[in-house]
Structures are given as structure tokens and as C-alpha cells.
């Protein structure tokens, strides 16, 4: 990673306009950029790649990368909410793996121009920042020290920690914490900038989307729609356009293979593994069940207990805990797990019921 150019990896952390002064005497518009048949394509590369979860590899050329991002993140953003979302979870992932090989200066760097106040606890003769004490070996005397390179003020981390607080060790009471700062390691400090670029991306993409004619991109928008659909099922503005009936009203009989068999298991008051009741409750609650409709099916598992479950469930549907609602497995998460009972051709157990209420959507003619 070494070899690609600084904003190659992080282009976010500029502006556009005032980069692309350095290379053109007038800085061409985005207009002018959607035009040019090689950043067309390869924006349109990059967002089809973050769609399909395809590594993407940039080249050497720091200007490409750097326009090509801008393209994709507009385009992207003029085709679909859940596209773009999509794209800056991606690039955001990338944004860790990038920082996790930088020295601890170019990340304080970054975290800076990002407007994340970290500060750089790191000194050419303390290579590890503040020393804390785990534990020492009973029979070596060894001791074990943990490093933490980086502190953040404790409002700034519990903003940037919002969304990873269902993990107990991002919890405040599980971290070192000293005259009102938090003391961070250089992979804490990573993944706390993962989530502060999203929020960047976001703002930047309707900075920069606005300044992009929809008609210039037309085609390309149409190219990432058409993907939404495979990989997902259905665009946000056709889910938008069905009827209240589809959206609410949960169709058993659209169900995938595999959730099928495990609600049947559970009708019959057997035991449910964890994983069997995450992917049955999960599925539930992203294809637009309440918790109650939830709650309901569960009370025939052998073990119910109406407060557990439903905490559970709430929890699962982002009304606890750190409010993270949480996504179903994958079709190859319950192919590891040997929950798949049938090739459906889908991503999800949720792709493929959506796809089952599309096609009865069209076929009412409603």
C-alpha cells in the first residue's frame, strides 16, 4: 500500500476544485469531468465494485483516483440512498486498511483534516504513547503492557463510538481514561476514523452531486441501478412506490427455503440454536415486521421468556443498546453455518423475499 499516492487513498480530506487547480489553469467542472469517456467508466467501476463487495485496486495515477472518486461518490449518490450508502461503507473499509499501515503521524495527520480532534501521543524517544499495566507472568515476572498511541477528549469519543457501543470494549468503563480524555491504540484510533469519513463522504456527496447534471450521467445511473436490483432486489424508490399491503403485511408464503424451515421448527416448539434465532429474527424485522410480530412467533420456543425476548428483539431492531439495527446473514453466512437448504440464486434471505413480493406487485397489476 505504500506505493499508492497519498489522496489516491484518502480524497475525501480535500477539495476537489482546489486540487484540480494545481493541474488545469481553470479547474473544470464536474460536468466537464462526467464527460470524459475514462473517468465515466472507471467511476462507474468503483461503484459497481462497492455494490458487489469486489476489491477495488487504484493505480498510480493520484489525479484519476482522485477524480474517479468525486465521479463515483456523485453518481452513486444520484442513483440510489441505499447505493450510496453502500459506497461509503466500502470506502470507508478501505480508509481502515490504509491507516492501519500508516505511521502514527500521518494518521493524526488525517484525523486532523478530518476535523476529529485525536491527539498524537507518540514521541521520537516514546514509541508507545501511555503504558498500561495488564498483568505480569507469575513464573517470568514478565510484564504485559498494553500501548495506547493516541488520547480524544470523551464527548468526541462517545460521538465516534456511538454505533460500536454494542461491543463491551468500546464501552467507556472498558477504556483507560484520564482528565477527561479517552487514551486510544493506533487500531482504536483507525476504526474511530472509519466512522468519522462516513460522516464526510455523506456531506461532500451532496456537495458534489448537486453539481453533477443527472441527464450527462444518465446511463451510468441507470448501470448502478440495475445492480442495486440484482444485488439487493429492489431499488428504494420501487420499494417506496409499493402498497402499504406489501410493506407491512408480512407474506409467510414469500419466505426463503431456509427461514421457512427454521420457523417451522420453531412452531413445533423446538430448540433453536443461536445462530437459527438471529437469522429468523433479523430476517423478520428488515422485511418490515414489528416487535410484537416477532415476539409472538417466539413464545413457541421451549425456553421463552417474555422480558429476555424481548429485549432481544429490540435490541436486534436498534431500539436498544446502541441503536444498531442489526442486517439478517447472508446466503453464504448460513451456507457456513449450514442453514442453507436450497440454491435460491440471492444474496439474502431478505433479496429473495423482496424479489417474491416485486413479482406479485407487477403480476396484481397494482
Not at 477524480?67 to 461503507?89: E, H
Not at 480508509?95 to 480532534?117: N, V
Not at 429474527?281 to 410480530?293: E, Q, R
Request: hydrophobic content about 35%; glycine content about 4%.
Amino acid at each position: 500500500m505504500s506505493n499508492i499516492p497519498f489522496y489516491s487513498k484518502y480524497p475525501y480530506i480535500i477539495d476537489l476544485g482546489d486540487y484540480l487547480s494545481h493541474f488545469f489553469s481553470e479547474p473544470p467542472s464536474m460536468n466537464d469531468l462526467a464527460a470524459i469517456e475514462r473517468y465515466r467508466r472507471k467511476g462507474l467501476i468503483r461503484v459497481l465494485n462497492a455494490l458487489r463487495n469486489i476489491r477495488y485496486m487504484p493505480s498510480k495515477n493520484e489525479e484519476e483516483e482522485v477524480i474517479t472518486f468525486f465521479l463515483a461518490l456523485s453518481i452513486a449518490a444520484l442513483s440510489d440512498p441505499w447505493a450510496l450508502r453502500k459506497f461509503i461503507d466500502y470506502e470507508s473499509k478501505r480508509t481502515y486498511s490504509y491507516l492501519l499501515s500508516e505511521e502514527d503521524e500521518i494518521i493524526a495527520s488525517i484525523a486532523r483534516k478530518a476535523g476529529t480532534k485525536m491527539e498524537l501521543l507518540v514521541t521520537p524517544t516514546n514509541k508507545c504513547g501511555l503504558q498500561v499495566l495488564l498483568d505480569v507472568e507469575p513464573r517470568s515476572g514478565k510484564k504485559l503492557i498494553e500501548c495506547y498511541q493516541y488520547r480524544i477528549k470523551i464527548p468526541s469519543y462517545l460521538t465516534l463510538s456511538e454505533k460500536l457501543s454494542t461491543d463491551p470494549r468500546w464501552k467507556l468503563v472498558n477504556k483507560p481514561v484520564k482528565e477527561g480524555y479517552v487514551y486510544i491504540t493506533k487500531r482504536e484510533a483507525a476504526r474511530l476514523l472509519e466512522n468519522s469519513v462516513k460522516e464526510i463522504m455523506l456531506k461532500e456527496a451532496s456537495i458534489y452531486a448537486s453539481q453533477l447534471s443527472i441527464k450527462r450521467v444518465a446511463d451510468l445511473v441507470e448501470e448502478v441501478r440495475k445492480t442495486v436490483r440484482k444485488v439487493r432486489g429492489y431499488t428504494t424508490d420501487e420499494f417506496r412506490e409499493m402498497p402499504e399491503k406489501f410493506k407491512g403485511h408480512i407474506i409467510e408464503e414469500f419466505f426463503p427455503p431456509c427461514i421457512k424451515l427454521i420457523r417451522d421448527s420453531l412452531i413445533r416448539g423446538e430448540h433453536l440454536s443461536h445462530h437459527q434465532r438471529f437469522a429468523l429474527a433479523t430476517f423478520l424485522l428488515n422485511i418490515g415486521a414489528s416487535v410484537d410480530y416477532v415476539l409472538e412467533l417466539f413464545k413457541h420456543a421451549p425456553d421463552y421468556n417474555e422480558r429476555i425476548a424481548r429485549y432481544q428483539i429490540e435490541h436486534l431492531a436498534g431500539l436498544k443498546g446502541g441503536r444498531k439495527k442489526y442486517s439478517v446473514y447472508s446466503c453464504e453466512k448460513m451456507k457456513t453455518l449450514g442453514m442453507c437448504v436450497a440454491d435460491c440464486g440471492t444474496k439474502t434471505p431478505v433479496q429473495y423475499y423482496l424479489k417474491r413480493v416485486r413479482r406479485s406487485f407487477k403480476e396484481s397489476g397494482k
